[in-house]
């Protein structure tokens, strides 16, 4: 009963790899050391009079508090992970705390000022005139994003699971907010929508928010939202594959969707279902690549569970489950059936003679024999430890000619291998009856007995007079 109950709430995520860890990990550094680069530019250019002209003037678009913010944020995060000691990780909630207040006192405003003891300290950065250039539309939007990842700095690491979860939350908030942003950018710079450079994110604060968006997602979750893509299943990583694609083709399909409104000799009556053709077109592409991956999976997990792990043939479970499919097949259609019964001699001997390596060497190689013996459809499997069956539309004619080719084969291998280890087999086998209702065990059975049939008499003929 435990151990249902177990099945029942495990969760539906699986840990990710190590591997998986540490490539996650390397890419938050590089995300919050771009960040910091960008903010510190930024804010050279503002603080020091004269050096705008050593900087590309897309930077003057962001405004010094979103500097501040993303300095500020990245340093919270930074400081804030699992390995820091219990000072460094305060000064990151202390950071966190200012970035919230930066972005706070930019939201009540609704506009790029500076709050009072700031823009006093540093008063080039409260200047009008180079105020002009900064965005008022997009500040409070991206403030609010600052703002939510100052919090989640906060929370993620305090230990309680409603604080983890409030955080996971606040991802997704911040998440939704940067691709409105991401899209109404990418739109006005497509010519989709009428470009308004007040209203519009600048690329160098667009991508202080993507990494540090990134990094919040990236970090540990609670919710498995966010832990199916970090996965080490087939799900997560289809999910990972998945993801961007579908993204990539959204992108693709606005674009051409606004420039096919934009051309006058194409009307709407044409252009809308040529676009749901296309949309039509990929989606039936992406849903036949995963179906053949799912069933790529399916088949793998089929041979995990029916095949015999050291010769690659089918188990018991396999062998009963395919020979029964055959037997159904092959009365239904009229077909003859037959199953043969071969037993590999001495094995026992062998493994006690040259080691259970040899003996396992034997076992793989009689299952080879067998594969280039018998056809790809007939169901060959090891149901013992020295016991092979054979199920297939046989009869007596095609039997006798595929057992003489497993015993041409037998003596045609290598004297090397056969000093090493003689095979020889036991065989019997069992036809069915036409019209005859004799299910597959009694049919395995009948050969079962025919095969000690075979292995009594040739004991008999290697006895001495």
């Not at 340093?75 to 820091?84: A, D, G, K, M, T």
């Not at 609670?222 to 083709?249: D, K, N």
């Not at 009307?267 to 036949?288: D, G, H």
Request: hydrophobic share 50%.
């Amino acid at each position: 009963m435990s151990q249902m109950t177990d099945l029942h709430t495990a969760p539906v995520y699986d840990e990710p790899s190590p591997r998986l860890l540490h490539t996650l990990f390397f890419m938050e550094q590089v995300c919050l050391g771009l960040t910091v680069q960008i903010a510190a530019i930024v804010l050279i250019a503002w603080l020091v009079p004269g050096t705008e002209s050593l900087f590309p003037a897309a930077l003057l678009h962001i405004g010094p508090e979103e500097a501040l913010s993303a300095l500020f944020c990245s340093i919270s995060f930074f400081l804030s992970e699992p390995n820091r000691s219990t000072p460094l990780r305060i000064i990151g909630w202390l950071c966190a705390g200012f970035t919230l207040f930066l972005s706070s006192a930019c939201v009540l405003h609704g506009d790029c000022v500076l709050p009072p003891g700031i823009a006093h300290l540093f008063p080039a950065l409260a200047s009008p005139d180079r105020l002009l250039a900064v965005q008022t539309g997009a500040s409070v939007r991206s403030a609010i994003i600052f703002g939510l990842l100052a919090i989640i700095s906060i929370l993620v690491r305090s230990g309680a699971t409603w604080a983890n979860r409030i955080a996971d939350f606040l991802k997704i908030a911040a998440l939704l907010i940067f691709i409105h942003i991401f899209w109404e950018f990418l739109l006005s710079v497509t010519g989709i929508l009428p470009v308004d450079g007040r209203k519009i994110v600048s690329p160098e604060l667009l991508s202080c928010l993507a990494l540090l968006v990134g990094v919040s997602v990236l970090r540990e979750s609670a919710l498995p939202l966010f832990r199916v893509y970090i996965g080490s299943s087939m799900g997560s990583r289809i999910a990972r594959w998945l993801l961007p694609v579908l993204f990539t083709l959204q992108i693709l399909r606005e674009i051409i969707r606004g420039h096919f409104t934009h051309i006058p000799s194409v009307s709407v009556f044409y252009s809308l279902p040529i676009l749901t053709t296309i949309a039509s077109l990929t989606i039936f592409v992406l849903v036949l690549f995963i179906a053949l991956r799912i069933n790529r999976l399916e088949r793998t997990i089929r041979d995990l569970t029916l095949r015999d792990g050291l010769t690659g043939l089918y188990n018991v479970k396999g062998f009963h489950l395919l020979a029964e499919s055959a037997l159904l097949t092959s009365r239904r259609a009229g077909l003859p059936f037959a199953v043969l019964f071969i037993d590999l001699d001495r094995l026992k001997q062998i493994n006690d003679t040259h080691g259970h390596h040899i003996g396992s060497a034997a076992l793989t190689e009689t299952a080879k024999l067998l594969a280039n013996t018998f056809r790809e459809n007939d169901v060959v499997g090891r149901i013992g430890g020295d016991e092979f069956a054979v199920a297939g539309q046989f009869d007596e004619l095609t039997l006798d000619s595929a057992i003489n080719r497993l015993r041409a084969g037998t003596a045609s291998r290598s004297p090397e291998l056969q000093r090493r280890f003689p095979l020889s087999f036991s065989i019997g086998y069992a036809v069915a009856e036409q019209d005859s209702a004799e299910s597959l065990r009694e049919l395995i059975a009948r050969a079962d007995s025919a095969m000690y049939h075979d292995k009594s008499s040739s004991r008999e003929m290697h006895l001495p007079a």
